[in-house]
């Protein structure tokens, strides 16, 4: 704890400093890489939509199982569905701590009719009563995706508007719109690459992490905003030292807050996916934390030398730079 103090104080007197603006360019071929690496395995490996954006079929067991046994129900249920359509996509997941809901991809009359048998007959329930099966249609999706990017849309508009008008410089809302897509684009390339399934929880989960993102990019720029204009032109540092200094002074607390906010929605992950079998937890809480992680890279490793890069060819800042560098020189 000790040590972490000293770090924490020497980042923020500058006494020790990460270079996130000096090398730059290796951070930007970095995160190039990585967002065109996500982009590929977009391309290469079709991320996998869950039933409400493809349709399929779905079937409830009421009266099937209790909280603590939902895994072990869960499995049951995927073994019916096997049993009588073994390529059969399935997700399980446990509704109200007894109902069981089995949504597969789309299944003909028959196959619909065995399976309801075969599910009633596993959990030894009614299949009359107990046992309902219906078709879920794309479109509730289609819906969703529509209102989402349409939702996406608004957001980055005003917060490119309010942050230019809160930063008075349209570059640090540039550089701060840019980090937000680089967190949005490398998640779902995780998404992708690992096989998650994009569900519209999940889609909830990418919006939330965007929120997160923004407000974490803005507590480093308001610091950034500090170190910048603290001394004006009577800075002994030059424009894009200041900027790295901002970020280093909050460089502790922007680890902290990630770890705060991840190891939450990281147990309700695992308690989620592991013990409860809640697929809607599971969902957001994945997508959020995958989020978290790569907000905080993103906002010291893109957004800031980001805005750093944007500034430093004004012609103001390009003569204090030269100032400083002449006078360091000179002494």
């Known amino acids: 704890m000790g040590a972490m103090s000293q770090l924490g104080n020497d980042l923020y007197t500058g006494e020790r400093s990460v270079p996130f603006v000096q090398k730059r360019k290796l951070w930007f071929i970095i995160a190039a890489a990585l967002v065109l690496a996500s982009i590929a395995v977009l391309f290469i490996r079709v991320p996998q939509f869950s039933i409400e954006f493809t349709g399929g079929s779905q ?4 009266g099937a199982t209790t909280a603590d046994e939902s895994i072990a129900a869960q499995a049951d249920a995927r073994d019916a569905v096997v049993s009588v359509v073994p390529d059969a996509t399935t997700k399980v997941t ?12 789309q299944m003909s009359q028959e196959e619909t009719r065995l399976v309801s048998a075969s599910l009633a007959d596993k959990f030894g329930v009614e299949e009359s009563t107990a046992v309902t099966a219906s078709f879920v249609g794309p479109s509730w999706g289609a819906d969703v995706t529509k209102q989402s990017l349409w939702g996406l849309g608004v957001f980055l508009a005003l917060a490119f508007l309010i942050l230019a008008i809160y930063f008075r ?11 937000l897509l680089d967190v949005l684009i490398i998640t779902l390339g995780i998404y992708a690459a690992f096989g998650f399934e994009i ?8 919006l939330t992490i965007l929120g997160y993102s923004l407000y974490d990019t803005t507590v480093v720029f308001d610091k950034i905003r500090e170190t910048t204009w603290e001394q004006g032109s009577a800075s002994t540092r030059t424009f894009g030292e200041s900027v790295n200094l901002g970020v280093n002074q909050t460089l502790i607390r922007s680890i902290n807050t990630s770890i705060v906010a991840v190891l939450p929605v990281g147990a309700i992950l695992i308690i989620g996916a592991m013990w409860m079998g809640a697929q809607t937890l599971s969902d957001i809480s994945l997508s959020i934390t995958v989020g978290i992680i790569v907000a905080a ?11 750093s890069f944007l500034r430093e060819s004004e ?16 002494a």
Not at 169 to 179: C, E, F, Q, V, Y
Not at 199 to 206: D, K, R
Not at 317 to 328: G, N, Y
């Open 315 to 330: 012609p103001d800042i390009q003569r204090h730079d030269a100032k400083v560098l002449a006078a360091r020189e000179a």
């Open 94 to 105: 446990t509704v109200g701590g007894t109902d069981i809901r089995v949504q597969t991809s």
């Open 59 to 62: 079937f409830t067991v009421s």
């Open 199 to 206: 569900s519209p929880a999940a889609v909830i989960g990418f």
């Open 297 to 307: 890279y993103s906002t010291l490793f893109v957004a800031a030398p980001l805005y």
């Open 169 to 179: 410089t349209w570059k640090m809302s540039l550089a701060a719109i840019i980090g």
